[in-house]
């Protein structure tokens, strides 16, 4: 009975409308019939009323477009799930290598965490720790790479920048794990304090498009924040003799 009620009311306030204004309206807005699947169709069944089967390429041509923009947002829903996805990964595995970096229990455990484990956590050919020379010769450092100043310049290259994503270069291969077939490289400073030296973080990886200049090198520069903070720790302790 409301229905009922409902649709006379309607149809008085119908037949108040210009119908010139309607075309007009209609003109100068035809995505309505795209956003409004129910006019659309109703519309679709005036006209079928009116011309039979001539109206078919007319409804198929509405169905295609209404299909068409389904799929583009179906598709646009499934990229903002593998984002968020992505984006949740990428903040689990930099909550498991600061912990690994900052909780390690001696010198050893601190180089195999910002070594080994880095790799394993980011799945990754090679991660090489290089500590530049002068710096305390802690013992269980045996996995770090020692290189001097002047190298660690040439590494980081002429730019100056303290973090470079970039294809791998001849002169860093001996760096990396010996037999990794490495394609592309980051490379980020490591700062150990006020007057200390230096050193570097280097990370290989064999796809060509896992380290590029386009990148964001955001989340690399904030492990060697990470990783400066953990080493500074170590050679505080091994300066004040403890």
């Avoid at 006379?8 to 108040?16: P, T």
């Avoid at 595995?93 to 900052?102: C, D, E, F, G, N």
């Avoid at 290089?130 to 710096?135: D, I, T, V, Y």
């Avoid at 303290?162 to 490379?187: F, S, Y």
Wanted: with cysteine; proline share 4%.
């Amino acid at each position: 009975m409301r229905d009922e009620q409902a649709r006379d009311v309607s149809l008085r306030e119908a037949r108040r409308l210009d119908p010139e204004a309607v075309r007009s309206f209609l003109k100068i807005h035809p995505g309505i019939f795209r956003d409004d699947p129910d006019l659309a169709r109703a519309a679709l069944e005036v006209r079928s009323r009116q011309s039979g089967d001539n109206v078919l390429s007319y409804e198929s041509a509405a169905i295609r477009r209404l299909q068409q923009r389904v799929a583009e947002l179906t598709a646009l829903r499934d990229d903002l799930i593998e984002t968020i996805e992505l984006n949740a990964l990428a903040a689990e595995s930099m909550r498991a290598a600061t912990l690994a970096v900052l909780d390690a229990a001696s010198f050893a455990g601190f180089v195999e965490a910002a070594t080994e484990g880095f790799r394993t956590i980011f799945d990754l050919e090679s991660v090489a720790l290089c500590l530049e020379r002068g710096l305390p010769a802690l013992p269980g450092g045996g996995g770090a790479r020692w290189i001097d100043a002047a190298a660690l310049a040439r590494l980081m290259g002429a730019s100056g920048q303290g973090c470079v994503l970039r294809p791998a270069l001849r002169m860093t291969l001996g760096l990396h794990d010996q037999g990794a077939p490495i394609a592309t490289e980051a490379l980020v400073r490591l700062d150990f304090g006020p007057g200390r030296p230096g050193g570097l973080l280097l990370f290989g990886s064999a796809a060509p498009d896992r380290f590029t200049e386009e990148m964001s090198a955001d989340l690399v520069a904030f492990l060697g924040g990470v990783t400066s903070r953990a080493g500074r720790r170590w050679f505080e302790l091994a300066e004040a003799g403890r």
